[in-house]
């Protein structure tokens, strides 16, 4: 039987999690965004409320509450601020998640578990300089050197790359091997022979810290091998088309919020001596939005309830991330157009939010990387 409502454990997760939003991360969004600093007191709250873990079984700290809780939380987080919802993913999206996915029992237990608990917080690293789209194509290298391996080089647009306990570092062991010659490294940031570069100044979700990263003859014990010698790139596909699912939910709440302000806006802006939202064309945007919301909306949980029942998704993910980051982006355009000349002034959350939107096409893979990867799939798979 098809059953799409919410159960009442995750309409309860659902109600705390807009409750924070409401009371502790929204209000300071706007702040957050100026200073382009996050307060390390909401991911603390955050992580006593088990929002770090949300996503994890409870036999590794975390809530137990799945693909679909973890959507729900990130969906309502990102309704109060985009670049708190980005350091939660950057944790718990990738970082962990990848820990999660591919770690053995010991390293869920000593790593997973504390982070999951909140008590550390993750971060992934692949991008390099010169490899973005083309992942594979890293030069950050691992030497092997007895009982360990030896990291050198540097990664670029580190998600919490300078704020995470805990990265996990994909290197080539083997040139010789291409794409099977990466392997995934478990790295703790207090090694020496690791260094994080500045937070990046951007364009938006300026609060979440983005950074270099450098690696000197770093050691890393051999058991910190995440998965096998030269399976890292499956590692990190395998990661990412999860994460992609969340990242979609990050936008899905996003955009609702938009919908949610422009409906308020066009409800009191009198213009021609009613209010806007009397006009049709106002009427057609919202009507846009909301079409292309719910659109967004069922796919994101169609397809978590596909990785909570062990599918494979990699097509779907994809999908979810392309729909709902370009959703996000027109659902902005539109929200700013409605809301005038107010929404282009920095008074109006409007504005942050337009900014926050655009990296979504960008990061996690491209737009044109998720057409490659659907595009692959429907031509060896069909439809
Ligand atoms: N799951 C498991 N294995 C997978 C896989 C998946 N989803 N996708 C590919 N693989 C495997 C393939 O099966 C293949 O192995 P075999 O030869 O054994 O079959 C191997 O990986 C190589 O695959 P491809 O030939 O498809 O590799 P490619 O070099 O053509 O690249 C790509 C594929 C999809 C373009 C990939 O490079 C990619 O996803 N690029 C985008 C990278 C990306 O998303 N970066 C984001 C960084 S994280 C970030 O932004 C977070 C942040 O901090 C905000």
């Given at each position: 039987?098809?059953?799409?409502?919410?159960?009442?454990?995750q309409?309860?997760?659902?109600?705390?999690?807009?409750?924070f939003t409401?009371?502790?991360?929204?209000?300071?969004?706007?702040?957050?965004?100026?200073?382009?600093?996050?307060?390390?007191?909401?991911?603390?709250?955050?992580?006593?409320?088990?929002?770090?873990?949300?996503?994890?079984?409870?036999?590794?700290?975390?809530?137990?509450?799945?693909?679909?809780?973890?959507?729900?939380?990130?969906?309502?987080?990102?309704?109060?601020?985009?670049?708190?919802?980005?350091?939660i993913?950057?944790?718990?999206?990738?970082?962990?998640?990848?820990?999660?996915?591919?770690?053995?029992?010991?390293?869920?237990?000593?790593?997973?578990?504390?982070?999951?608990?909140?008590?550390?917080l993750?971060?992934?690293?692949?991008?390099?300089?010169?490899?973005?789209?083309?992942?594979?194509?890293?030069?950050?290298?691992?030497?092997?050197?007895?009982?360990?391996?030896?990291?050198?080089?540097?990664?670029?647009?580190?998600?919490?790359?300078?704020?995470?306990?805990?990265?996990?570092?994909?290197?080539?062991?083997?040139?010789?091997?291409?794409?099977k010659?990466?392997?995934?490294?478990i790295?703790?940031?207090?090694?020496?022979?690791?260094?994080?570069?500045?937070?990046?100044?951007?364009?938006?979700i300026?609060g979440?810290?983005?950074?270099?990263l450098?690696?000197?003859?770093?050691?890393?014990?051999?058991?910190?091998?995440?998965?096998?010698?030269?399976?890292g790139?499956?590692?990190?596909?395998?990661?990412?088309?999860?994460?992609?699912?969340?990242l979609a939910?990050?936008?899905?709440?996003?955009?609702?919020?938009?919908?949610?302000?422009?409906?308020?806006?066009?409800?009191?802006?009198k213009?021609?001596?009613?209010?806007?939202?009397?006009?049709?064309?106002?009427?057609?945007?919202?009507?846009?939005?909301?079409?292309?919301?719910?659109?967004?909306?069922?796919?994101?949980?169609?397809?978590?309830?596909?990785?909570?029942?062990?599918?494979?998704?990699?097509?779907?993910?994809?999908?979810?991330?392309?729909?709902?980051?370009?959703?996000v982006?027109?659902?902005?355009?539109?929200?700013?157009?409605?809301?005038?000349?107010m929404?282009?002034?920095?008074?109006y959350p409007?504005?942050?939010?337009?900014?926050?939107?655009?990296?979504?096409?960008?990061?996690?893979?491209?737009?044109?990387?998720?057409?490659?990867?659907?595009?692959r799939?429907?031509?060896?798979?069909?439809?």
């Amino acid at each position: 039987m098809l059953d799409f409502t919410f159960t009442e454990e995750q309409k309860m997760l659902r109600d705390v999690a807009r409750k924070f939003t409401d009371n502790e991360v929204r209000p300071f969004a706007a702040m957050i965004d100026e200073k382009e600093e996050l307060p390390f007191e909401i991911i603390t709250k955050a992580a006593e409320l088990g929002f770090l873990g949300v996503v994890f079984p409870e036999q590794y700290g975390g809530g137990g509450f799945g693909e679909i809780g973890y959507c729900i939380l990130l969906e309502e987080i990102a309704r109060g601020c985009n670049s708190t919802a980005v350091t939660i993913g950057g944790h718990e999206s990738l970082g962990a998640m990848a820990i999660y996915l591919c770690g053995n029992e010991e390293q869920k237990q000593k790593y997973l578990r504390p982070l999951a608990e909140g008590k550390l917080l993750a971060a992934f690293a692949l991008t390099e300089p010169n490899a973005g789209s083309d992942a594979a194509s890293m030069k950050t290298f691992a030497t092997e050197n007895g009982k360990s391996f030896l990291l050198n080089g540097n990664k670029t647009f580190i998600t919490n790359g300078n704020i995470a306990d805990v990265l996990v570092v994909f290197a080539v062991t083997d040139a010789s091997k291409g794409v099977k010659g990466i392997t995934a490294f478990i790295v703790e940031k207090k090694w020496n022979g690791f260094r994080a570069g500045k937070p990046e100044k951007k364009m938006g979700i300026r609060g979440s810290h983005t950074t270099d990263l450098f690696f000197e003859n770093l050691e890393v014990p051999k058991e910190n091998i995440l998965g096998e010698i030269g399976n890292g790139f499956k590692v990190a596909m395998e990661t990412l088309d999860v994460a992609r699912v969340s990242l979609a939910a990050q936008c899905l709440g996003s955009s609702k919020e938009m919908l949610e302000l422009s409906v308020k806006h066009a409800n009191e802006r009198k213009q021609f001596g009613k209010p806007i939202a009397e006009q049709q064309a106002i009427q057609f945007m919202l009507a846009e939005m909301a079409s292309e919301i719910y659109q967004a909306e069922s796919i994101i949980y169609r397809t978590a309830w596909m990785i909570d029942n062990n599918i494979t998704c990699s097509r779907e993910s994809a999908i979810c991330k392309l729909v709902a980051t370009e959703t996000v982006c027109k659902i902005a355009d539109r929200a700013m157009q409605i809301h005038g000349g107010m929404g282009y002034m920095r008074e109006y959350p409007i504005e942050r939010l337009y900014r926050d939107a655009r990296v979504n096409r960008i990061f996690e893979g491209t737009n044109e990387i998720q057409h490659i990867v659907i595009a692959r799939d429907v031509l060896k798979n069909g439809i």
